[in-house]
């Protein structure tokens, strides 16, 4: 009998373990299910607002390649030279591009409609960055866990679910690379300290493989790169090398490299750049101390000063190999974007181009807020915990952290990086808090349930006073009996009072983030909203219009000059061909447009009918107050013009003696007169907005303008639209304006060798016709005889 009751004691346990297990498999199911549910829901406002359309602008070229590649096939993608790109030169897309993104669409694609459901290859495109945001934080909630533990890996899936510095790139309609980037850089990171944590060639082969996905979505795995390997120095300086270690790193850097290089756009970059060196000297560096850690086994003490001297030489004469094939080119060396992440007046200096980009700018504190709030409180503690609970995949996030605070702050686009960790550790710090707060309770329930499984129906019956006495200081004791070391002497009104404040707090970063969702990173830059002081929304689609202009009235060939921000879209909406695109890779091509947009209208055309300019399409805020426009943006193409030109365009010009930059009447003649102004105030001097302002007013930059009447003389209107944003000019032609003006009676046209002649006589050269009489005046018909 006894045995038996032992048994059913045993099946007891067992049976309560594996429903505590299936419960909690449960809560984590539907937590990691809902924020799936709401991440990809709170990001679909603007499709709800506007319509399923593609955002931005970069978004345009990688939907029209994606379109490209499902219609024409993978192969003819690679193969692809864009001739309405860079015009005269072109553009050879398959070895210029990350093709992830495209690939992962056209796979969605290929297999829904292989199961028979019809959709069109835009609308995958519009909603691949809110599926995606679901896998985001699946694999978030996955390297939490790893980390620290389940409870804050779920705080981490629901923060990074909705936190506006992950949905400011992956709302619907976003279709760039960081859309599915993200999801790819956690993945990574949660294979490998997978694999650093069982030391299993499998982990790290499969952290190779989405290592290979990373390269092939996004230029960002630079940071995968870069971080592994320090993460592994790390390791190595602390005295933590072990067998795991080697193994992880050196499957994932060999797998890594090869998979990584057969990306054409990639290609050598991994051996021949300065950005993957740290890559390859921590592998041989790993190697190196493997190899000590054997030999000091192996050999003796004066052997092994002798092999230290040696590896002490050899490694000086790799390091002065390596600075010789920098100096001589071979190993390139950081790019500029890479480059101005360490000195950050360097774009700034030596390549305008980078700098002028908005994305490119350093991050405020408001941004910080904005678009983390109270996480970004948090995410300290979270980094506390870690550095005080250390250890080897600890150290790993703890690099992560500190690097990515570094980059955020020098570049606001890199925010997007931060966002993920931050999110992290948030969960980190909440959890312990919860934990902190809610352990009393749940050890008095496990002690309830310790309490009932060590009761034996046996004793009671064989002894009742005996198991009273067994059961002596296992029974329930009353609150005011029990220690209460654990809570530290807080008691149930502090601890009820911090778990109602946090989840406040909780509740107002959920409200912050759909608002900020909602107002800030859900309008399309391609449609923009007005709200009248009733609250009435107007529609301004400007630049669908001025597109739609373009690919109805002009000829399929005609070359549009615009500034490099709007060729994408032009490409994408007017299939038209264009001078420069966002893709930014010739600086000397774009200088030459900014030249031309610098220029007086006489110089402007010279450079605009040898690049066979057709139209010219400039965007104007003036009229409805868009800050976006290209006034804003003309210091840029100055700035960008004069690096190439630097005898032709100087920036001082531009500005007035007192060193302003102004539109009105005080502003400089050079200014006053260039192209970009011109095509931007032609025709609005006659303009009057309101009964209040004087005509001609700019309502961006709040002045009234100070050159209105002047006509022009190489470019005619072909297009305004109807907010006049966008405004369109025809680039005559030549011959249209440079014919001699001759007087009517003086023009005679010259008779070709081989030309028809006329069978009149010399008395009917003159156009007499034959039998007509002949008219007097002063006479009557019926007068001459």
Not at 359 to 368: G, L
Not at 541 to 559: G, K, S
Not at 571 to 594: E, K, Q
Request: charged letters at 20%; glycine letters at 8%.
């Amino acid at each position: 009998m006894f045995p038996d009751k032992k048994e059913t004691t045993g099946q007891m346990k067992t049976s309560t373990l594996t429903n505590a297990a299936g419960l909690n498999s449960l809560i984590t199911f539907t937590v990691l299910l809902l924020a799936w549910i709401v991440g990809f829901a709170s990001r679909l406002f603007a499709v709800i607002r506007f319509e399923s359309i593609i955002h931005e602008f970069d978004p345009w070229f990688n939907y029209r390649a994606t379109l490209y590649m499902v219609q024409h096939g993978f192969y003819n993608f690679l193969n692809w030279f864009d001739e309405r790109a860079w015009y005269p030169l072109g553009r050879i897309v398959g070895g210029t591009v990350y093709p992830g993104l495209m690939i992962t669409s056209g796979t969605i694609h290929y297999i829904l409609h292989s199961l028979n459901i019809p959709i069109h290859i835009r609308d995958i495109c519009v909603f691949l960055a809110p599926v995606f945001s679901g896998l985001t934080a699946i694999s978030t909630y996955l390297l939490t866990k790893e980390i620290w533990s389940a409870g804050a890996g779920l705080f981490a899936a629901c923060f990074i679910a909705i936190v506006p510095g992950y949905i400011s790139r992956s709302v619907a309609g976003s279709y760039d690379n960081e859309g599915i980037a993200i999801f790819a850089l956690q993945i990574t990171y949660y294979l490998w300290v997978k694999s650093v944590k069982t030391g299993s060639i499998f982990w790290a082969s499969m952290t190779a493989l989405s290592y290979f996905y990373m390269v092939s979505a996004w230029g960002g795995y630079v940071f995968i790169i870069n971080l592994i390997p320090f993460h592994v120095f790390a390791l190595l300086v602390m005295n933590r090398f072990s067998d795991r270690l080697f193994t992880s790193y050196t499957t994932f850097y060999i797998l890594g490299l090869l998979l990584s290089m057969q990306i054409p756009f990639v290609g050598f970059q991994p051996i021949r750049t300065s950005e993957h060196m740290a890559a390859g000297g921590v592998f041989g560096l790993l190697i190196f101390v493997a190899t000590l850690r054997y030999l000091r086994t192996m050999l003796t003490k004066s052997e092994m000063e002798y092999f230290s001297g040696v590896v002490a030489v050899t490694t000086v004469i790799l390091l002065l190999i390596l600075i010789a094939l920098t100096y001589t080119g071979i190993v390139a060396p950081w790019s500029g974007r890479f480059y101005s992440l360490w000195d950050t007046g360097y774009a700034k200096i030596h390549i305008p181009i980078i700098a002028s980009v908005s994305e490119h700018q350093p991050t405020t504190w408001f941004n910080f807020f904005f678009d983390l709030h109270i996480l970004i409180t948090t995410f300290p503690v979270g980094l506390w915990y870690c550095i005080k609970h250390i250890n080897d995949e600890r150290v790993f996030v703890i690099l992560y952290a500190i690097s990515a605070v570094y980059f955020a702050g020098v570049m606001v686009r890199l925010m997007l990086t931060l966002t993920p960790v931050v999110c992290m550790l948030a969960g980190v710090a909440f959890s312990g808090l919860l934990e902190l707060f809610l352990k009393e309770e749940c050890s008095d329930e496990n002690d309830r349930i310790v309490g009932i499984e060590e009761e034996s129906e046996e004793e009671r019956e064989r002894s009742p006073g005996r198991a009273l006495y067994d059961k002596a200081g296992k029974l329930r004791r009353m609150k005011h009996e029990r220690p209460n070391d654990v809570a530290d002497g807080l008691g149930d009104n502090l601890r009820n009072s911090v778990i109602i404040g946090v989840l406040i707090l909780l509740m107002m970063f959920t409200v912050h983030c759909t608002w900020v969702t909602s107002n800030a990173y859900s309008s399309p830059s391609i449609v923009l909203a007005s709200y009248s002081n009733d609250g009435d929304r107007t529609i301004l689609d400007d630049f669908r219009e001025a597109y739609y202009w373009l690919a109805q009235n002009t000829p399929d060939n005609a070359r549009v000059m615009s500034w490099w921000d709007y060729g994408y879209q032009i490409a994408g909406m007017a299939n038209r061909t264009t001078l420069v695109d966002n893709n930014t890779w010739n600086n000397s091509h774009i200088a030459l447009v900014g030249k031309a947009m610098s220029s007086n209208e006489s110089a402007a055309y010279e450079i605009m009918t040898s690049l066979d300019v057709d139209y010219v399409l400039i965007i104007f805020g003036g009229m409805i107050g868009y800050s976006g426009d290209d006034v804003n943006k003309f210091l840029w193409m100055i700035r960008i013009a004069e690096g190439e030109h630097p005898q032709d365009v100087r920036e001082s010009d531009y500005f007035t003696e007192k060193g302003e930059f102004r539109v009105d009447s005080e502003g400089s003649p050079t200014l006053l007169n260039s192209l970009m102004y011109k095509l931007s105030y032609y025709r609005f001097g006659e303009v009057k907005i309101d009964y209040r302002s004087p005509s001609g007013y700019d309502r961006t930059r709040n002045a009234e303008i100070g050159n209105k009447n002047f006509q022009l003389t190489y470019l005619e209107e072909a297009y305004t639209t109807e907010h006049w944003l966008v405004r369109i000019y025809r680039v005559k032609k030549p011959e249209e304006f440079n014919r001699p003006s001759i007087p009517i009676g003086d023009r005679v046209i010259a008779r070709r060798a081989n030309s028809y002649i006329s069978k009149k006589t010399a008395q009917r050269k003159k156009g007499f016709i034959k039998g007509r009489p002949t008219v007097v005046k002063g006479q009557n018909n019926s007068d001459i005889t």
